[in-house]
């Protein structure tokens, strides 16, 4: 199943800025930690109207005064400003401030809760990964989790996809979403291990898995179908190369029933019933291998040829009804 690169939902995204814009009102100063210049400053800093101007002003303040009695208030003022930005959605603004804030200011959670949640608005994948990384490290949630394993896999970055992916199934272990993306990830590396257990999980949630809204019902029923030949053919798969070709046969069947177009599967197939002596099985399903003309088809073609000629005196006369069979199946 493919995923956008930043796919949250609402919830996700409300869940994420209600974290990174918490509105800090300054209370009334009381400590005396700082000289009457700096007081001034502080009380010009919450007169300005500007943004930009006020953000240049608390910069200024922070970088000449960083032991100042009012430091936690001049914060405050920044984080108040950044909010303020976020409700009238100006995410190109606070990137750019936020960005210049951590040069002064490094390591600050808001910020980088606030960057995670610009970028993700902005729909730039890259950036909120590496902020909602940051952000998560302060305040771990599963639903960010989710999100920075979403945009990991439409980067194309298999090994932080999996990282976060884990981290997701961890806490949420009926996630088939994820499970399904990490037996296929595990399955292009031959990690058949991973794709087994991830495998095995996946079949054992989606029983119980809800329709996310606004997918229509079609919709649903094409994506769990999927998971579950995905499922099927990873599981059958590993047995396929353990030999073990019963447990082969039941899996792969499986796996077909749910996903019709997989032609390892059917090949995989044609050699375990012809290791189990079912020949006219193994021919239906090296013809159906053959068909869909992926990378077994002539392998498969030259198995099935070899199987007819044996029981028909070195002759390919009739085979033409095996395809024409595994044709009729394949619709």
Known sequence: MNSPAISYTSR?????????????????????????????????????????????????????????????????EYQNLIVDLQGKNQWKQI?????????????????????????????????????GEKAYQSKPTPELALAIARSYLGLGNDAKFLEWARKVVATDPGNVEMLDEMTRK?????????AVKYSGMTLKALPDAKKPEGVSDRDWKN?????????????????????????AITNLDNAVKYYKRNDYAYYFLGVSYWQMNKLDA??????????????????????????????????????????????????
């Open 12 to 76: 996700t995204v409300l869940s994420l800025l209600i974290f990174a814009f918490l509105a800090f009102t300054p209370v009334v100063v009381q400590s005396q930690d700082y000289s009457e210049e700096e007081y001034n400053e502080f009380q010009a800093i919450q007169a300005q109207t500007d943004a930009t101007k006020k953000f240049d002003m608390i910069l200024a303040f922070l970088k000449k005064n960083p032991e100042s009695g009012l430091t936690k208030y001049i914060s405050a």
């Open 95 to 131: 990137i750019s401030l936020g960005t210049k804030y951590l040069n002064a200011v490094p390591n600050d959670d808001f910020t980088f809760s606030a960057l995670a949640a610009a970028y993700s608005a902005t729909n730039n994948t890259k950036g909120f990964a590496s902020f």
């Open 186 to 194: 595990y399955l292009a590396r031959q990690d058949m291990a991973n």
């Open 223 to 247: 994506q769990t179908n999927t998971q579950y030949a995905t499922a099927y053919y990873a599981i059958g798969s590993d047995a396929y190369q353990k030999q073990n070709y019963s447990a």
């Open 282 to 331: 193994a021919m239906l399903n090296f013809a159906k291998a053959y068909l869909l003309k992926g990378s077994t088809s002539s392998e498969a073609k030259k198995h099935l040829e070899q199987l007819w000629k044996s029981g028909h005196r070195n002759s390919l006369t009739g085979i033409e009804r095996i395809y024409e069979r595994a044709q009729q199946d394949l619709k």
